[in-house]
């Protein structure tokens, strides 16, 4: 059974730094060959992929809305991904969910991943 949680989110004023947590669980090291990533979501709009990173090459895809200002990184002995945010603008506030698969490819779309943290609140200020 997979599991991913999230930690990290918070309030920031514009121009600040956040950074994401989200640790994985129920997979060991031998089938730790993923595809996994950051979504955000505001009420009434689709989720939107962020960043998606591979495990095993570390290649990773942005969104070009926050390309040169949010950088994914992970962790793979402690099976954890991060973001890394810079430069928060208010138009990142959302709910921003962790997700993981076994894609085959880096997508940022929603539905090709099944699994999916719980979510942690951004919330940008002007």
């Known amino acids: 059974q997979v599991q991913l949680v999230e930690s990290g989110g918070g309030s920031v004023q514009a121009g600040g730094s956040l950074r994401l947590s989200c640790v994985a669980s129920g997979y060991t090291y031998s089938n730790f060959d993923i595809y996994w990533g950051w979504f955000r979501q505001t009420p009434g709009k689709e989720r939107e992929g962020v960043a998606i990173?591979?495990?095993?090459?570390?290649?990773?895809r942005y969104a070009d809305s926050v390309k040169g200002r949010f950088t994914i990184s992970q962790d793979n002995a402690k099976n954890t991904l991060y973001l890394q945010m810079n430069s928060l603008k208010p138009e990142d506030t959302a709910m921003y969910y962790c997700a993981a698969d076994k894609t085959g490819q880096l997508s940022l779309s929603r539905q090709d991943y099944r699994y999916w943290g719980q979510g942690t609140q951004v919330t940008v200020s002007s």
């Open positions: 990173v591979y495990t095993q090459s570390g290649t990773t």
